[in-house]
């Protein structure tokens, strides 16, 4: 019997280009491949262990000989390459039309009547790298107080602020007046707060960052399992992803290493349903940056970790472990690559190196959840419980 499960998404750890890379223009991405390529190796000892190595068509990772873990990776159904999209389709829900992007920047009338909504004048309206705008207009917003709005190639609406020229609760109260309007065809996944820190030429972006996200459509994995009378546990970016739908308790984490360690205190209380982490700073930190050490040794970071989240599960728990998209840092793109993610599935109720193959769709992640805890759930994907349950 499984009474919970642990899932924890690695923001942007991809295995490989899909067969549609090249219409997102992501030919040759592979982030853990290209990684372990750059680096001569990538030994990630826990992971292979629990079977990473043995996904099919997997590159730059060694093979176990006897995997722990049940094992496979899946194809992206959803037209889309970032958080919102991913972690809504592993919670079951499949978008047929992909979220408005501004790769020249948002249309001016929609500009004007921010400004008007929040009382001044704006800066940027461009796509950029978030670290590299506030380097550009950093000074020029501490003169003039206007908040910097940027996007990128996913569906966002950034707005950067300097903590000390406009405090967080009114940025995250502009960002609300965003959200607000940013509807229709303008419905962007995300406005995301990025507040930063510091003196001209020496600005840094704070963890204080918040990512405003529509409202699911409709209910997923979170819902059917909370109105079962379960516990949704969310860690890290989870509740802002799915705005706070479905879920029963929450806590927000400053950095991978936070949100592992706050991963094992909701796991070393007796509680039943599903504790939800996202490790955000795969993506933030080191993908969208291009490091590709910083990023290497977020992995040997997390996956020195994962004795200890196991030695915490209780003999009812699951750990899954997956991802969303991709974001390779070896490319000259700073953005989300389109990928494979990895499927990691282990407990002491499951069988041992099960491979479950290529799945058509990150959904059948959550369908599989949802019939591992007993629940029914109506929502996209295919389960592969009994493929892997010993029951």
Known sequence: MVNRVVLIVMDSVGIGELPDAKEFNDEGSDTIGNISKQLGGLNL???????????????????????IGCYGKSLEKSS?????TGHWEIAGIILKKAFPTYPNGFPQDLINEFE???GTKVLGNYAAS??????????LHVKTGYPIVYTSADSVFQIAAHEEVIPLERLY????????????EH???????????GKSGEYKRTSNRKDFSLKPPKKTMLNYISEANMDVFAVGKIEDIYSGYGITRAVHTKNNMDGILKTIEFIKEPSKGLI????????MLYGHRND??????????????????IENLRDDDVLVITADHGCDPTTPSTDHSREYIPIIFYGKNLKSGINIGTRSTFSDIGKTIAELLNVEADIEGESFAKEICRR
């Open 45 to 67: 000892l826990n992971l292979q262990k629990l079977g990473l190595g043995n996904i099919d068509g997997i590159k730059g990772i060694e093979k176990a000989e006897n995997p």
């Open 80 to 84: 889309g390459k970032d958080t919102t």
């Open 116 to 118: 008007r909504r929040i």
């Open 130 to 139: 978030g670290t590299a705008i506030i380097e550009e207009l950093g000074d």
């Open 173 to 184: 109260e502009i960002c609300e007046i965003a959200r607000e309007l940013l509807k229709g």
């Open 187 to 197: 419905a962007v996944g995300r406005v995301i707060a990025r507040p930063f820190v």
């Open 276 to 283: 939800f982490t996202n490790l955000v700073d795969f993506d």
């Open 292 to 309: 590709v050490s910083g990023y290497a040794n977020a992995l040997l970071e997390f996956d020195g970790m994962i004795p200890k989240i």
